[in-house]
């Protein structure tokens, strides 16, 4: 018996979250999860509880049947919080505080586990492959390992980032003889744009600033230009990833307004520096080589305090 067949042996009611903003492990993790439970114990009552997904996302099947209100008075037997700690799970941290066990399923060096029971693996490429190495893989079928495969591409940069191991890759051979179209997958969620987010993402690199001898570099989004594209918060993804393939940059820096005098910090690093630490330190979190954080201040503050630290990893 799998591990979470274990934790759901005599479970009636199950929820499921993730973090507030759901990238692609996010949901391909909990959509996974959701499904196998719909699929193998059709007597269980499970409820996933997150914030609107992007509309890329529709391509996974039960993304429709999301709970965004988070509204609910039950009591769940098992709370499965995925690919984060429970602090960041948003509206939804009453209900799981109500619920009879937790279960934190995760892969983020910065989570020290937040359930009564913790299946974390740090050296893990994505929460996704961390349910894909705790279900019964008799028990899948295509829309389920279609949910996998995607959390896995997407928290690995489509299988290019230093988090892709063997065991990885492995892994992604098995789902994708389930036979669903992974190619047309990866491009609808991952690589594809609308005209707006491609204007974004050109402004974001027009203005982009470079530091410290070229090897690091910045840019920031505020609301007032989001609003002058038409776009929201998940329209920005893969704007650090364009800053980080730039020759000569180490470490690149992405900002977005989220109120006045609040910023939105992505980090990402290509080699030696450890975004994780400085992500930390600021009070956000984690990989080494991609991490995040909220940090106070106009933009020329958010830069200033960020290569503080910086400078002791890019001296040593």
Same mark, same amino acid.
């Given at each position: 018996?799998s591990r979470i067949d274990e934790l759901l042996?005599?479970?009636? %009611?199950?929820?499921?979250?993730?973090?507030?903003?759901?990238?692609?492990? #996010? !949901?391909?993790?909990?959509?996974?999860?959701?499904?196998?439970?719909?699929?193998?114990?059709?007597?269980?009552?499970?409820?996933?509880?997150?914030?609107?997904?992007?509309?890329?996302?529709? #391509?996974?099947?039960?993304?429709?049947?999301?709970?965004?209100?988070?509204? %609910?008075?039950?009591?769940?037997?098992?709370?499965?919080?995925?690919?984060?700690?429970?602090?960041?799970?948003?509206?939804?941290?009453?209900?799981? =505080?109500?619920?009879? #066990?937790?279960?934190?399923?995760?892969?983020?060096?910065?989570?020290?586990?937040?359930?009564?029971? $913790?299946?974390?693996?740090?050296?893990?490429? %994505?929460?996704?492959?961390?349910?894909?190495?705790?279900?019964?893989?008799?028990?899948?079928?295509?829309?389920?390992?279609?949910?996998?495969?995607?959390?896995?591409?997407?928290?690995?940069?489509?299988?290019?980032? %230093? $988090?892709?191991?063997?065991?990885?890759?492995?892994?992604?051979?098995?789902?994708?003889?389930?036979?669903?179209?992974?190619?047309?997958?990866?491009? =609808?969620?991952?690589?594809?744009?609308?005209?707006?987010?491609?204007?974004?993402?050109?402004?974001?690199?027009?203005?982009?600033?470079?530091?410290? =001898?070229?090897?690091? /570099?910045?840019?920031?989004?505020?609301?007032?230009?989001?609003?002058?594209?038409?776009?929201?918060?998940?329209?920005?993804?893969? /704007?650090?990833?364009?800053?980080?393939? !730039?020759?000569?940059?180490?470490?690149?820096i992405f900002l977005y307004q989220t109120a006045?005098?609040?910023?939105?910090?992505?980090?990402?690093?290509?080699?030696?520096?450890?975004?994780?630490? /400085?992500?930390?330190?600021?009070?956000?979190?984690?990989?080494?080589?991609?991490?995040? #954080?909220?940090?106070?201040?106009?933009?020329?503050?958010? !830069?200033?305090?960020?290569?503080?630290?910086?400078?002791?990893?890019?001296?040593?």
């Amino acid at each position: 018996m799998s591990r979470i067949d274990e934790l759901l042996e005599k479970a009636q %009611s199950v929820a499921i979250s993730g973090h507030v903003r759901p990238d692609g492990d #996010c !949901i391909g993790s909990v959509m996974a999860l959701y499904l196998y439970i719909r699929k193998n114990r059709p007597d269980i009552k499970a409820h996933v509880y997150l914030e609107k997904p992007s509309p890329v996302f529709s #391509c996974i099947q039960g993304v429709q049947e999301i709970d965004s209100k988070m509204e %609910s008075e039950e009591i769940y037997d098992v709370y499965f919080v995925l690919d984060t700690a429970a602090d960041r799970i948003g509206a939804a941290i009453p209900i799981y =505080e109500r619920a009879k #066990c937790k279960v934190n399923i995760d892969h983020h060096i910065s989570n020290p586990g937040c359930g009564d029971i $913790n299946i974390l693996v740090h050296q893990g490429s %994505s929460t996704s492959e961390i349910i894909y190495q705790n279900i019964d893989h008799e028990k899948m079928d295509a829309e389920i390992a279609k949910a996998i495969y995607m959390g896995i591409a997407h928290d690995t940069g489509v299988f290019k980032y %230093s $988090n892709t191991t063997p065991d990885t890759l492995r892994a992604v051979a098995h789902l994708m003889e389930f036979g669903f179209d992974f190619s047309k997958l990866i491009d =609808e969620t991952f690589y594809e744009k609308n005209y707006h987010q491609t204007q974004i993402l050109g402004r974001a690199l027009l203005e982009s600033i470079r530091f410290m =001898e070229g090897r690091c /570099i910045f840019t920031a989004v505020t609301k007032k230009m989001m609003d002058f594209y038409g776009v929201g918060t998940t329209d920005l993804d893969g /704007i650090v990833n364009q800053l980080r393939i !730039i020759t000569g940059v180490e470490c690149a820096i992405f900002l977005y307004q989220t109120a006045e005098m609040e910023y939105k910090v992505s980090l990402r690093s290509n080699s030696y520096v450890n975004v994780s630490e /400085i992500a930390t330190y600021f009070g956000g979190g984690g990989h080494v080589r991609a991490a995040g #954080c909220t940090m106070k201040g106009t933009v020329h503050d958010v !830069i200033n305090n960020l290569s503080s630290r910086l400078i002791l990893q890019m001296e040593q």
